[in-house]
């Protein structure tokens, strides 16, 4: 059974930084794209940020700069550092794991951001 757990969210200022975390489980980490989306209320999921599992990343424009994605394939786990945060990074954020040559496609529950003063 395929698992992936997000944790780190919670309430921070404008200008603040978050760190999420993802650990997953039942998938063969390493060989998975590991990536965070996130969707605001009354919007569309949207791409934050992706890491191949060829070391390749990609941002969103709106993020590129301020936050930064990473992995660690010993411990299953992808991250998020989050700074200079703004009022409009406030969403659910989730984790996801995608395997190009299967399709194989995989959520974690998601973990709320908001920042506000």
């Known amino acids: 059974q395929v698992q992936l757990v997000e944790s780190g969210g919670g309430l921070v200022q404008p200008g603040g930084s978050l760190r999420l975390s993802c650990a997953a489980s039942?998938?063969?980490?390493?060989?998975?794209?590991m990536g965070w989306y996130r969707q605001a209320p009354g919007k569309q999921r949207e791409l934050v940020a992706t890491f191949t599992s060829g070391g390749s990343t990609n941002y969103a424009y709106s993020v590129e700069g301020r936050f930064t994605i990473s992995r660690d394939n010993a411990k299953n786990t992808v991250y998020l550092q989050m700074n200079s945060l703004k009022p409009e990074d406030t969403a659910v954020y989730y984790c996801?794991?995608?395997?190009?040559?299967?399709?194989?496609?995989?959520w974690g529950q998601g973990t709320q951001v908001t920042v506000s003063s």
């Open positions: 039942g998938i063969i980490f390493s060989i998975y794209t």
């Open positions: 996801n794991a995608f395997y190009p040559r299967s399709g194989s496609n995989y």
